[in-house]
């Protein structure tokens, strides 16, 4: 009984869907934060998972001085993700995403894709994570 039990479970394992392959996504999503990383922190760097965070502690206590997680752009199963966490504390910057990009939004601050973007959609991100890190320069809070 085990036996069939494992045999059915390995077979189901062959059987799955592969996972897509989402490297050109990320590649194209990566250089999103090539301006903001000169002036933060690379929390990770891999082939899934790119991450930038603030050099100084976060101005607000219940991060008890650790610093803020700015942005990052990750390999999910289904889809790569852009997090852009600083529109999600900023109505100005909320209000600069143009409706094409509206329709890639997964809650506050995150944006899915499944194919390699439009270059404007690209662009959008680019200049929303610059308008991004300029604000935070304001506020001191890099």
Request: with cysteine; proline share 10%.
């Amino acid at each position: 009984m085990l036996a069939r039990g494992l045999a059915s479970a390995v077979a189901s394992v062959y059987d799955a869907p592969m996972p897509a392959d989402f490297s050109p996504v990320f590649a194209a999503l990566k250089p999103v934060f090539a301006t903001a990383a000169r002036r933060l922190a690379v929390a990770a760097d891999s082939t899934t998972e790119y991450a930038l965070k603030t050099r100084s502690p976060s101005p607000f206590p219940q991060h008890q001085g650790q610093p803020l997680d700015f942005g990052s752009v990750r390999v999910g199963k289904a889809y790569v993700s852009v997090h852009l966490l600083p529109i999600y504390m900023s109505p100005p910057l909320m209000k600069r995403i143009t409706p094409a990009l509206k329709q890639r939004m997964q809650g506050k601050s995150c944006f899915n894709f499944t194919t390699v973007p439009a270059p404007e959609i690209v662009r959008e991100l680019r200049a929303l994570a610059e308008a991004s890190l300029t604000e935070w320069a304001e506020k001191k809070w890099l």
